[in-house]
T-cell receptor, first 113, second 110 residues
Framework: DAGVIQSPRHEVTEMGQEVTLRCKPI?????LFWYRQTMMRGLELLIY????????DSGMPEDRFSAKMPNASFSTLKIQPSEPRDSAVYFC???????????FGSGTRLTVV | GIQVEQSPPDLILQEGANSTLRCNFS?????LQWFHQNPWGQLINLFY???GTKQNGRLSATTVATERYSLLYISSSQTTDSGVYFC????????????FGKGTTLSVSS
């Protein structure tokens, strides 16, 4: 199994631009999570899906952030418009079942200038 | 919400030394995992250990769920063990996901 696959690995964009991060979970996993890591706030949950349905999006910072999971093998996290304070590493993780072992992707390092 | 406290925040070791990292949590949990974030930023799953003891090579972990803590033991540390160790817990309530502690930063020198 290739694990959780995220793309791109690095993204540098100008303030105001739209950014789309992508994630392919492990085949057969039915829960998918988006986390953000910053020095100030550590690892924080943004949103998670169970069977492609968003369950908890209370961690999404504001309306500029949106996430979708159109099918069991693909999810996107979109920021529009992006701001410098969005600069962080964004991780995607997947698991089978609510209390299963989480597997993380390699992350996307986003820099907004 | 649940609180996850890790100690110590920083640890410096000589190669070959042993260490114990601690994770305290404030409420009952369904899941507890230990992760290692290496210098390249990857989050590597070390243990899935909601209770009991597990060992994997030089690393072992123990979780005492009734007393709300978990310990990660690193024996004969190597420079490749350097990085940040995170404890993460899944609260025993519906509609939640893993909550991370702030981590322990380990530096192992040769």
């Amino acid at each position: 199994d290739a694990g959780v696959i995220q793309s791109p690995r690095h993204e540098v964009t100008e303030m105001g631009q739209e950014v789309t991060l992508r994630c392919k979970p492990i085949s057969g996993h039915n829960s998918l999570f988006w986390y953000r890591q910053t020095m100030m706030r550590g690892l924080e949950l943004l949103i998670y899906f169970n069977n492609n349905v968003p369950i908890d999006d209370s961690g999404m910072p504001e309306d500029r952030f949106s996430a979708k999971m159109p099918n069991a093998s693909f999810s996107t996290l979109k920021i529009q418009p992006s701001e410098p304070r969005d600069s962080a590493v964004y991780f995607c993780a997947s698991t089978m079942g609510k209390a299963g072992s989480y597997t993380f992707g390699s992350g996307t390092r986003l820099t907004v200038v | 919400g649940i609180q996850v406290e890790q100690s110590p925040p920083d640890l410096i070791l000589q190669e070959g030394a042993n260490s114990t990292l601690r994770c305290n949590f404030s409420d009952s949990v369904n899941n507890l995992q230990w992760f290692h974030q290496n210098p390249w930023g990857q989050l590597i799953n070390l243990f899935y250990i909601p209770s009991g003891t597990k060992q994997n090579g030089r690393l072992s972990a123990t979780t005492v769920a009734t007393e709300r803590y978990s310990l990660l033991y690193i024996s004969s540390s190597q420079t490749t063990d350097s990085g940040v160790y995170f404890c993460a817990v899944l609260p025993n309530q519906a509609g939640t996901a893993l909550i991370f502690g702030k981590g322990t930063t380990l530096s192992v020198s040769s």
